[in-house]
């Protein structure tokens, strides 16, 4: 399948012509949950972002970012990053023979994030701070030498995430609307990139889909109506206490008539752990929030028919998982013992 530009170019400011850094991303898996649609009583579907290139659905932003940045003849790019834009902005630098540094707050990313950054041959700079002060710091940077910032403060982003929202209507088809997307907020460019997709599908659809975002308890500023100065969660990748369009976020929330609300970490782990061992679907926890929400909040009135984002792949995090899992049997190599060892 073609990349993203090439898929909805009629719809992405790039002209024919332009120049296309792709992995071939998007066209992501939407799988029905049934355990999960029977719990909650309606019809739940996961958009399994974490079946994009790299692994998260940064990838739908970086192609457009990316491909933006080398049209306007930048050579380097850069991002703040909690790990997951890291990964993808390295993976398309790499594509496309530019250089790429990536800040993340140091030793506060999961270890697959930065594997994928380290081995596409970023800079990777582990910053003495969190999210919010790196995101300042690329800011500034980008301003002072001619260097292109990648993260969703870029307006390429979010016209390639929109069409995550493009394919949900064209897979569920018109006459089989939404009526609302669950997904986990942190910088909150996605959240406004869905409902940016959705809006300008209006036409497409009989009506829109109330989004309802959530953010981890401990990184909840859009919930408390202020920012977070030391945000803390185990959902790394939403650690998160300042988000750069929360404004957005939440006009898409009002214009949608849905909601934001908060999870706990225990929430959290607890949804993370239900959609691997119930669903056979393994995301990171960070993804789990938008399950979690759910599974606390319940559906809203009249929500039956309702996507989950599932925004990054479970192996990105493998601590979190080897951590919270059943543990290792230890076992000799002979039958009797392999016998013990699998039947308890
Ligand atoms: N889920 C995952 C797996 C993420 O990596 C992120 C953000 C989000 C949800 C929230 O999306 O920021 O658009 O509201 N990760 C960014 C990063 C901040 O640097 O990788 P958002």
Redesign the pocket.
Known sequence: MAGLIERYRDRLPFAPGDPVITLDEGATPLVHAPRLSERLGGEVWLKI??ANPTG???DRGMTCAVSGAVRDGSTAVV??????????AAAYAARAGITCAVI?PDGK?ARG?LAQAVIHGARVVGLKGN?DEALRLVRELSQAHPIALV??VNPLRIEG?KTAAFELIETLGPQRPLDALA???????????YWKGFSESADQIERMPKML?FQAAGAAPLVLGHAVEQPETL?S??R?GD?A?GEE?LLAVSESGGAINSVTDEQILEAYRFLADQEGVF??P??A?SVAGLLVHGLPEGVERIVC?L??HGL?DPETAIEIGEGIIPCEANLAAVETAVWG
């Open positions: 972002e974490g998260s659905f940064k991002c703040a990053s909690t790990g997951n834009t890291a990964a993808s993340v990313i994030k999210f993260n969703s995430q997904i986990s907020v942190g910088n909150a460019g996605n959240i406004t990139a975002g959902a990748a939403i998160i988000p369009r976020a995301c990171e960070s993804s929030a984002a925004t990054g990105k």
